[in-house]
């Protein structure tokens, strides 16, 4: 028999199975309502290192014995909340320190584009100069003014094996700037030791022929040519073949520069010579050359030449034609090399320093 009091339990019953429903419908929404406490605890424990804190926490306790523990952990837990705090300032300093270096790396990146361009135009520079100095020493030792057997016959000849030397250290340089060039490009420690050594052998033997040119070429005085042409100069006897040569350079040295002699006509006058053990004083007080000659090559008076009429014959020194172009050339060799040593000078200084910065 239905009564209010039964309509009242039917309505607590909806109210308990909707309640269940919506407990059973969160529960399914939210998975770790199923889930063991205990293992949802041990979770939060191990995601949050609470057990890392509470022992880093024991030790200091354990080693500090403070007189009150409490107030020692509190303070430990404030210390930690205050460095939690302060790790985003900390972050971003260290973003900044990072970004500092990589702006720092950039601008040494620029540093070594820079210092590599440098080393490839100086090796550049090195490479013309060794070719113009080889051409230069090939000029010289090549005698365009006919002088090397005069100079030969002087005994003072060095002035001609440091042009030797000049021609293989132009060759040199110029391979080496090459060598160079690809070792600074591939930034190889290798190529640039090997570049550094042959580098510096080479240097050393340019600075003695730059020396050499440099000293011998003040020995080249009138005293030396003077000797080499009383003793050889259309000698009865050559004891060799450059006494012949002596005589053709001077022959044609007279005529060409309208000279006679070293310091002039009275050198075959006043010193004892072999022209004059072969050709009297009176027909032959010097040679012929030494007159004033015509289109055909024979004196214009042949008399007012023996005479020594002004005029008639050439009165003045060969000495100017010959040291002239001698020491222009010597010193050419001299100062040219000094010039290209000190370029080549800070190239290697500067290859040392781009080869003690390449990593290995």
Not at 11 to 36: G, H, K, Y
Not at 70 to 93: G, H, T, Y
Not at 152 to 161: F, L, N, Q, R, V
Not at 310 to 337: K, L, Q
Request: with cysteine; glycine share 6%.
């Amino acid at each position: 028999m239905y009564t209010p009091e039964s309509t009242q339990d039917g309505s607590n019953t909806v109210e308990t199975v909707l309640s269940a429903a919506e407990i059973t419908f969160e529960s399914l929404e939210n998975p770790e309502a199923f889930a063991d406490p205990y293992q949802n605890a041990m979770d939060y424990v191990e995601e949050h290192k609470i057990l890392q804190i509470f022992q880093a926490i024991t030790e200091k306790l354990l080693i500090h014995k403070p007189g009150d523990p409490l107030q020692f952990i509190l303070q430990e837990v404030q210390s930690m909340i205050d460095a939690r705090q302060a790790e985003p300032e900390r972050q971003e300093e260290e973003n900044k320190d990072v970004l500092h270096e990589e702006l720092k790396m950039a601008k040494s990146d620029d540093c070594v584009h820079i210092l590599q361009g440098l080393l490839v135009f100086g090796n550049v520079v090195i490479g013309m100069c060794g070719i113009a100095l080889t051409a230069e020493c090939i000029y010289f030792v090549s005698s365009p003014n006919g002088l090397n057997p005069l100079v030969k016959a002087t005994e003072s000849s060095d002035i001609y094996a440091a042009a030797w030397i000049g021609i293989f250290v132009g060759l040199a340089l110029f391979a080496l700037s090459i060598l160079g060039i690809i070792g600074v490009i591939k930034a190889s420690r290798t190529l640039l030791l090997v570049y550094i050594i042959l580098m510096l052998i080479t240097f050393a033997f340019e600075m003695a022929s730059c020396i050499t040119a440099a000293t011998h070429q003040d020995s080249l005085t009138p005293g030396f040519f003077l000797k080499q042409m009383l003793e050889r100069y259309q000698k009865s006897e050559p004891a060799n073949n450059s006494d012949n040569e002596v005589t053709k350079t001077w022959d044609e040295l007279m005529l060409q520069n309208h000279c006679c002699g070293v310091l002039g006509p009275s050198d075959w006058q006043e010193y004892t010579s072999a022209f004059r053990l072969t050709h009297s004083d009176a027909d032959y007080p010097w040679p012929r050359n030494c007159c004033v000659l015509d289109a055909q090559g024979l004196p214009v008076n042949l008399d007012g030449c023996k005479l020594g009429v002004p005029g008639y014959y050439n009165s003045n020194g060969c000495y100017d034609a010959i040291s002239g172009p001698v020491s222009t050339h010597a010193w050419g060799v001299a100062w040219f090399g000094f010039a290209i040593l000190c370029w080549t000078f800070c190239v290697l200084l500067g290859t040392m320093f781009y080869w003690s910065g390449i990593e290995y």
